[in-house]
């Protein structure tokens, strides 16, 4: 079992900066492949960014590409967004999920993560 804890969402202006994070339990972090989705009100959860097990790729989506990175430090059992340029269109309730040996191919599929946090607002203004 592991466990999900985000921080470090907030309020932001647009053209503003916030990075957020998820502390994950356990001692296997390094074989979970990790991932960030977002939900606005009124959509359908979707993917953000992830960040493939073992040291394998990181990912994007194409909305946030060039704005928004992924990493993640083993070490800590950290994973991190760092959201640049933000926009009002980025406001919604980030969750941070993981799956155990997930493989780059299913990154940004949503059923195949085992494990979710509790979410963290992010509302950009305008």
């Known amino acids: 079992q592991v466990q999900l804890v985000e921080s470090g969402g907030g309020l932001a202006l647009a053209g503003g900066s916030l990075r957020l994070s998820c502390a994950a339990s356990?001692?296997?972090?390094?074989?979970?492949?990790m991932a960030w989705f977002r939900q606005a009100p009124g959509k359908e959860r979707e993917v953000v960014a992830a960040?493939?097990?073992?040291?394998?790729?990181?990912y994007v989506a194409d909305s946030v590409k060039g704005r928004f990175t992924i990493s993640r430090d083993n070490a800590k059992n950290t994973v991190y967004l760092q959201m640049n340029s933000l926009k009002p269109e980025d406001t919604a309730v980030y969750y941070c999920?993981?799956?155990?040996?997930?493989?780059?191919?299913?990154?940004?599929?949503?059923?195949?993560?085992?494990?979710w946090g509790q979410g963290t607002q992010v509302t950009v203004s305008s």
């Open positions: 999920a993981a799956d155990r040996l997930l493989g780059g191919s299913k990154w940004y599929n949503r059923y195949e993560y085992d494990y």
């Open positions: 356990g001692r296997t972090f390094s074989t979970y492949t």
């Open positions: 960040s493939i097990w073992g040291g394998g790729s990181a």
